[in-house]
């Protein structure tokens, strides 16, 4: 899934952009209005996050092109105006949310995940949103980004849908690091032992009755990760 990130803070921007290729999302930044519709037009984002303050266009006037050719990708504004009357503007013009600055990650992880939520359930094909995984005790549903066990719910990042999809689909056979980077991080993405470990380590927190001793997630020493 791609987001395009139209901020021209480079410090938000960049902020942003490593926020979410940490959650699996692969992305594309514009420094400004005119370079956001460029990169539109280039990339066919799935998810649209937009700086209302920007240069040569703003977010508002971007809106309205991107909603002249797509009306249904998400866009969510992010803005310093709070004024009711700002998001009032924005949601009119065909946002699907906004977001006032300062924001937390936590706040941006979440408005993402919902709006990706919606997208996925309305692009899924009836197969695709019927999918669940069943593991030990605990379904999952990947077009919902989410998980339970019994009546617990669980919030599952992209890309950790997109482990528990690899080793669910091999379940029972050793899957490699390599080919989990690949799949679960990209080609392009440079691998290191530490970023998978830690990852797998926060996703066997979520998911497991005692991440000590996972019975969901098994680690072969020296090879990678089994779905016992």
């Not at 979410?20 to 594309?28: F, I, R, V």
């Not at 649209?48 to 508002?60: I, P």
């Not at 949310?97 to 359930?121: Q, S």
């Not at 380590?201 to 000590?212: C, N, P």
């Amino acid at each position: 899934m791609k987001i395009l990130i139209a901020e021209d803070d480079r410090y938000i921007g960049e902020g942003l952009r490593s926020l979410l290729e940490s959650e699996g999302y692969a992305t594309a930044l514009a420094r400004d209005g005119e370079e956001a519709l460029a990169l539109f037009a280039q990339t066919a984002p799935d998810v649209v996050l937009l700086d209302v303050m920007m240069t040569k266009r703003d977010g508002y006037a971007v809106c309205r092109e991107i909603r002249k050719i797509d009306n249904e990708v998400p866009v969510i504004f992010i803005s310093a105006k709070s004024e009711e009357i700002d998001r009032v503007l924005g949601l009119e013009l065909g946002a699907d949310d906004y977001i006032v600055k300062p924001f937390g990650t936590r706040e941006v992880v979440a408005r993402i995940r919902a709006v990706t939520r919606r997208h996925l359930a309305r692009k899924a094909s009836p197969d695709v949103h019927a999918e669940v995984l069943h593991f030990d005790g605990m379904d999952v549903y990947p077009a919902e980004l989410r998980a339970c066990r019994g009546t617990r719910q669980i919030d599952l990042s992209l890309r950790d849908v997109k482990i528990l999809q690899l080793l669910h689909h091999n379940r029972g056979k050793v899957v490699d690091r390599d080919t989990i980077f690949n799949v679960c991080w990209g080609r392009d993405y440079l691998p290191s032992s530490r970023t998978l470990d830690q990852h797998i380590s926060k996703l066997r927190k979520l998911i497991e009755v005692d991440a000590k001793a996972p019975e969901i997630i098994a680690t072969v020493h020296g090879v990678g990760y089994r779905c016992p």
